[in-house]
């Protein structure tokens, strides 16, 4: 059984750092593309980040460019996402999703979600 | 960056009822584009992929077609189970995008 399993949310001030982490199972970590999705409350999808299967492709909405960052350790079956200088706006539930396959980008597969709250 | 227009915003629907959903890309986007439904407080399930590949597990009343800009996400008779918030997607090019979504709501 594929699970996602999210973790590292939080409140943070604006300004101020969180990674999240992600850990997978249920499948062959390292052979999949893995995506971070958004959702503000009360809104709709925003995708964010995305890694391929080797973590050396990685792709950032123009939102978080410069500020986020998005790794894998295919050892641990894990996908992270470090968050620096986060704004107000960056509140939302963070989702950990996986590929299709090892090239198609759709979410196949969510986790949970984690919440991140950015305020004084 | 690809904009995504879904249409309607909200359908008032009953069960039993069929039900067309519009997904629209500002360029063309071949067959790269994917539906998913977000029931309340859940996370979000691909439905469809690739326009009309239905994903693992996902009922045959759902069906999807479309090509370059134009798609649409037919659910041919409506479950209880159904009414939810749609999103579509595009893995066209970078940055991927979602359209703002369809909230499917009980007549």
């Known amino acids: 059984e594929v699970q996602l399993l999210e973790s590292g949310g939080g409140l943070v001030q604006p300004g101020g750092s969180l990674r999240l982490s992600c850990a997978a199972s249920g499948f062959t970590f390292s052979t999949y593309v893995m995506t971070w999705v958004r959702q503000a409350p009360g809104t709709g999808l925003e995708w964010v980040s995305a890694a391929d299967s080797g973590g050396y492709g990685t792709y950032y909405a123009d939102s978080v460019k410069g500020r986020f960052s998005i790794s894998r350790d295919n050892s641990r079956s894990t996908l992270y996402l470090q968050m620096n200088s986060l704004r107000a706006e960056d509140t939302a539930i963070y989702y950990c999703?996986?590929?299709?396959?090892?090239?198609?980008?759709?979410?196949?597969?969510w986790g949970q979600g984690v919440l991140v709250t950015v305020s004084s | 960056e690809i904009v995504l227009t879904q249409s309607p915003a909200t359908l008032s629907l009953s069960p039993g009822e069929r039900v067309t959903l519009s997904c629209r890309a500002s360029q063309s986007v071949t067959r790269s584009l994917a539906w998913y439904q977000q029931r309340p407080g859940q996370a979000p399930r691909l439905l469809i992929y690739d326009a009309s590949i239905r994903a693992t597990g996902i009922p045959a009343r759902f069906s999807g077609s479309g090509s370059g800009t134009d798609f649409t996400l037919t659910i041919s008779s409506l479950e209880p189970e159904d009414f939810a918030v749609y999103y579509c997607q595009h893995r066209k090019n970078w940055p991927l995008t979602f359209g703002g979504g369809t909230k499917v709501e009980i007549k």
């Open positions: 999703t996986k590929g299709v396959d090892g090239s198609n980008w759709f979410a196949e597969f």
